[in-house]
């Protein structure tokens, strides 16, 4: 929309007007999107707009509805509505009311466009009728950060998602703790019923799945239980070491397996051991289980760990300097759940002090976390800190190449084994390939000498002594 088409429209708020800019917004929206994205999510939603402009309710069906289009539209939906309005609009989302609510309401405090019909239960989710698919509408693939540890993964599971029920079925993914296996599955589900709503999807957790059996043996609704399992489209089922020693259950699940299978159903998995390594399940469920595809996640690399927490940080609106997501990263590497601790102290850390975020900071607000580690600097360390930092081979610390693209580095790394460590210069040479001290001295004074001079070497070397020294 031109600035005299917003200055039209603000001048002159009105009901109609407010429609056409929400009709603007679908416009824009349906040029944007895939039609069948566009399709399902933007066009049944109906819209409110304040008669200043300042608000906009868009109307959902149901709850499921809802948390699926605050997650993956509202942001985009936002941005959409600013540009075509010249400045920030709120926007809210609520259920659309329905007649019985209003009526079993009767006198709630509705105003024109905050519905109470939020408190209504959803009547249905996709996956069919009133079946619950159990799913987290914010683990999605987009949410997804993708790295070297997850790609074979992550791209097994778009495929999942893209085309159920033909290859990698069954689909195995194990990892350690916290590495992003139930994001990833719960992605698969979120992605299948964004393309196609009817389908029917459940993810359950190993024992939540035990405990149905359980369940449905003391009700004795085992006709029921079946009618569930066996109808799905897609299974996504977590932590199937929890079926140990549980022989009931593995029964029921390899029922349930190969039900699914042969209607073509699919089935993804996780684990937190390959299907071989997993103790006291029958051998026959193993050899199911590793019968598809069978994929690791591993622990995220370093580069991996700073794209999660600056989108992670993004997410929550604040930007995180690159400098900071390094040192962060390079002190917490077990796993994303870790991370996600760590940036959540310092996000407090600074809303509290009402201070930036910086590598000060976030070692003062990670000073419990970094203090357990002690890490004692080495020489193994620094140079492993130096090529990943810039982006070169730990192998070229020791090898005799000379590009300035690798030299540079490693001198780099001299000067910080001599400047953190009690090794002489003859050790440090030793420990670089067998260098002869006297190249060791020469990068330890060039280094120096230039850090005096160049701004940008001396922040690099701030940066890197702050992340070694942890
Ligand atoms: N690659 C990633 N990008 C963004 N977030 C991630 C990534 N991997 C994991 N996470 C986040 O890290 C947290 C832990 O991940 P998740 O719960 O999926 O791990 P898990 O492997 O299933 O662990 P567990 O075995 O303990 O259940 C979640 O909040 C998840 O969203």
């Not at 964004?194 to 024992?207: F, G, M, N, R, T």
């Not at 209607?263 to 590793?290: C, N, Q, W």
């Not at 000498?449 to 701004?455: K, L, M």
């Amino acid at each position: 929309m031109s600035e005299g088409q917003h200055n039209r429209l603000a001048a002159t708020p009105s009901l109609e007007a407010g429609d056409s800019l929400w009709q603007a917004c679908v416009e824009q929206l349906a040029q944007d999107l895939p039609e069948q994205q566009f399709n399902t999510w933007i066009k049944p939603l109906t819209a409110q707009v304040t008669e200043d402009f300042s608000r906009v309710t868009l109307f959902v069906a149901n709850r499921f509805k809802l948390d699926w289009v605050r997650a993956q539209y509202a942001g985009r939906i936002a941005a959409v509505l600013e540009k075509l309005y010249g400045q920030p609009v709120q926007l809210e989302l609520a259920i659309t009311p329905r007649e019985n609510v209003v009526r079993a309401y009767p006198a709630p405090a509705v105003a024109a466009n905050v519905p109470v019909a939020e408190a209504a239960e959803p009547e249905e989710e996709p996956g069919g009728g009133t079946f619950k698919t159990r799913l987290n509408t914010a683990l999605t693939f987009d949410s997804l950060v993708e790295g070297t540890a997850n790609r074979m993964a992550r791209a097994a599971a778009m495929h999942v998602a893209g085309t159920p029920g033909h290859l990698y079925n069954p689909l195995f993914i194990y990892g350690g703790v916290g590495l992003g296996k139930t994001h990833l599955v719960h992605a698969v589900g979120n992605r299948l019923l964004a393309d196609k709503p009817q389908s029917k999807v459940l993810y359950i957790h190993a024992e939540q799945f035990v405990s149905d059996v359980v369940k449905a043996y003391q009700r004795k609704t085992f006709d029921e239980f079946k009618e569930r399992y066996h109808s799905l489209d897609l299974l996504l089922i977590d932590d199937v070491q929890f079926f140990a020693n549980k022989d009931r259950t593995q029964e029921e699940f390899f029922n349930a397996f190969e039900a699914l299978l042969a209607k073509k159903s699919h089935i993804v998995m996780t684990s937190d051991t390959y299907p071989k390594g997993l103790a006291d399940i029958h051998e026959r469920l193993v050899s199911r289980f590793d019968s598809g595809l069978t994929v690791a996640i591993e622990p995220p690399e370093l580069e991996m760990r700073v794209a999660i927490l600056i989108n992670k940080a993004r997410a929550e609106g604040t930007e995180m300097p690159e400098e900071v997501a390094f040192f962060v990263a390079k002190n917490v590497r077990s796993n994303v759940r870790e991370l996600e601790g760590a940036l959540r102290k310092i996000l407090a850390y600074s809303r509290f002090n009402q201070k930036e975020i910086s590598i000060m900071l976030a070692r003062e607000a990670l000073r419990d976390l970094l203090s357990i580690q002690n890490r004692q600097i080495s020489v193994e360390n620094i140079q492993k800190t130096v090529a990943d930092y810039y982006k070169i081979k730990v192998a070229d610390m020791y090898s005799k190449k000379r590009p300035a693209s690798i030299a540079r580095p490693r001198q780099i790394a001299m000067y910080l084994a001599k400047e953190l460590t009690q090794k002489s210069l003859p050790e440090i040479g030793e420990l670089f390939g067998g260098r002869d001290h006297t190249t060791v001295l020469h990068a330890v004074r060039k280094i120096s000498a230039e850090r005096q001079n160049v701004t940008e070497l001396n922040q690099q070397l701030h940066v890197l002594e702050q992340t070694l020294k942890g």
